[in-house]
């Protein structure tokens, strides 16, 4: 008993604290904050596996998802323990997620009815081109006065119709009123506030508008979009504030983060949105640039929804509270960033790391004329188009694997001026500099090109979490809980480091024209609705030239053996 008096004693006075779950594509992170510095006390972070079943298809375990936000959380916790800080300061969380991937799972036992199918998943491709068939003209933008967003393959809502018409347990669970759709901040949410007993089903409007459902102009589920794509809004969760108390978490006692139950969840926000409040892009014309799985680029545009002519996205950038207006922002969304280096290690397997990858590419500093797209889910902003592939050209015989890696890197950074011009195109307003953040950020040599392939600075915070940085921020401005101040003046001064742009202007111009002519290479490289064989399998006479070049041949080998039998 006095060994725990004196351990208490000797505990750090932080005031409140924190936390946020950072749930993302290839990782999830539990970080606490202390609320009156914005300091990072301590974090844990743990892999998340995705699994490829089919070529473009991408999905990951439900509840590996949840077990890795428990590991995360119970680990941090122990850290904390070890640093003498004390637990029961934490008096709010958090939580930001990976966006569009969409889960259904039953509301009485509480079990997945499927994987989770992933943001960059493919499998709907022919579902969307028969949505867009459908359309007056053929319009992919038909519904984007409503929702801000083209019909694509990126979406929830096409996701969910997936799984309604191909998975029966979905379909069953539909019929019988026990189905429970959601994104992974609605999953999340529901698991930790209790689950099958008494958990809360909601999400926050920065996820709602991500599904194709939502009406950004009226905040909510929108009854005709629902319709349009068969979707009963029964199985929706509720759509709340980004910074409001959803409800109190409920943890096992003989955890050590048993300590976190009773916490209010109080904080909601897409990553890319949480990124923009964590950089502190509060104002009409802020921007900035996240280097993750994807690479994503929003501009502030204020309390007024801006449609795009350039191929953004008109999104919501976060409502504050249940009485607070919402902000929207543009966004360019590149599906393909620092999932690039995962293909080079674990598919290519020419670099053991990300770091090996930087040095790599500096032992040549030169792509040496090798271009890099890496559609591999197709190209997202500003083109949206989903019959790309990924191709590397402007091969010799000189080339070699660092030159690749160095190409690699180029194409993160020629996909964010691409979007970048696209939103000064859009506003009017071109940017001066680029805030920044994200894994990648790290890599030195990336932010120098990007500099250089911008041709204006790069800005880089000190402190790199910024996404779960505005997911805490929400949380703790939130009613009820009131331990963070989001008033510009007490908001707390950045340290960061600035890259300037170091090669002339002629010289990105024409490394960028080239860029282009690689992507236009990369376009219409499969064809549409995909044709399958008695095993599930696509035919190969789903590709039409190969299909008729098979076909001729045929034709040619059968004419052949009729004229040589009557010969």
Avoid at 108 to 126: C, F, H, K, M
Avoid at 159 to 167: C, E, P, Q, S
Avoid at 494 to 511: A, C, D, G, L, M
Wanted: hydrophobic letters at 40%; a negative charge.
């Amino acid at each position: 008993m006095n060994d725990t008096m004196a351990a208490s004693s000797h505990r750090i006075m932080l005031g409140p604290l924190v936390a946020a779950i950072d749930q993302g594509t290839s990782s999830t992170r539990f970080l606490v904050f202390n609320s009156k510095t914005a300091e990072l006390l301590s974090h844990h972070q743990v892999e998340i596996k995705q699994s490829f079943p089919k070529e473009g298809w991408v999905e990951e375990d439900p509840k590996e998802i949840l077990q890795s936000v428990y590991e995360c959380m119970e680990r941090t916790c122990e850290k904390l323990t070890q640093l003498n800080i004390d637990i029961t300061n934490i008096k709010a969380i958090g939580v930001t997620n990976q966006r569009e991937t969409t889960l259904v799972w039953d509301k009485e036992t509480g079990e997945p009815l499927y994987n989770a199918i992933v943001w960059l998943d493919l499998r709907t491709q022919s579902t969307v081109e028969r949505l867009i068939n459908k359309t007056p003209g053929r319009n992919k933008n038909h519904l984007k006065h409503k929702t801000g967003l083209p019909i694509s393959t990126y979406f929830s809502a096409v996701k969910l119709r997936w799984l309604m018409d191909n998975v029966a347990e979905v379909h069953e669970a539909i019929v019988s009123h026990r189905a429970m759709f959601g994104t992974v901040d609605s999953w999340l949410i529901w698991c930790l506030t209790g689950g099958k007993s008494g958990g809360v089903h909601c999400t926050d409007v920065t996820n709602a508008s991500r599904t194709m459902l939502f009406n950004i102009h009226t905040m909510d589920w929108d009854p005709e979009l629902c319709k349009y794509f068969g979707i009963p809004m029964e199985i929706l969760p509720r759509v709340r504030s980004s910074s409001e108390i959803y409800g109190l978490m409920k943890i096992c006692s003989s955890w050590k983060s048993g300590e976190l139950s009773g916490v209010p969840i109080s904080g909601c926000l897409g990553d890319q949105s949480a990124a923009l409040v964590g950089q502190m892009c509060f104002q009409d014309g802020q921007a900035k640039n996240t280097y993750g799985t994807g690479c994503f680029l929003l501009r502030n545009t204020g309390a007024k929804p801006v449609m795009s002519d350039h191929g953004l996205l008109t999104t919501v950038a976060y409502k504050l509270g249940r009485d607070k207006p919402a902000c929207y922002a543009l966004e360019g969304s590149v599906a393909i960033a620092g999932a690039v280096v995962r293909w080079l290690q674990d598919n290519l397997g020419i670099i053991s790391s990300s770091e090996e990858l930087e040095k790599l590419a500096a032992s040549v500093c030169t792509s040496y004329g090798c271009y890099f797209v890496p559609a591999f889910s197709g190209l997202y902003a500003p083109y949206w188009e989903p019959s790309a592939r990924g191709i590397i050209c402007g091969l010799t015989q000189f080339t070699n694997k660092s030159h690749l890696a160095f190409a690699a890197l180029e194409a993160v950074c020629f996909q964010t001026r691409e979007i970048l011009d696209a939103m000064n195109q859009d506003s009017g307003i071109p940017l001066t500099q680029l805030q920044v953040d994200g894994g990648m950020t790290s890599n030195r040599l990336l932010m120098q090109l990007q500099a250089d392939i911008l041709c204006i600075p790069v800005v880089k915070p000190s402190m790199p979490e910024t996404t779960a940085l505005g997911a805490a921020m929400a949380a703790g401005a939130a009613e009820g809980v009131s331990v963070w101040s989001l008033n510009p003046e007490d908001l707390t001064e950045v340290t960061s480091e600035k890259f300037e742009p170091q090669i002339n202007p002629e010289e990105s111009e024409y490394r960028y024209a080239r860029w282009k002519k690689a992507v236009q290479k990369s376009m219409n490289w499969e064809t549409t609705e995909p044709v399958f064989n008695g095993n599930g399998e696509t035919s190969i006479f789903s590709s039409v030239p190969l299909g008729f070049y098979i076909m001729g041949s045929m034709l040619m080998l059968i004419g052949a053996r009729y004229i040589a039998g009557h010969n």
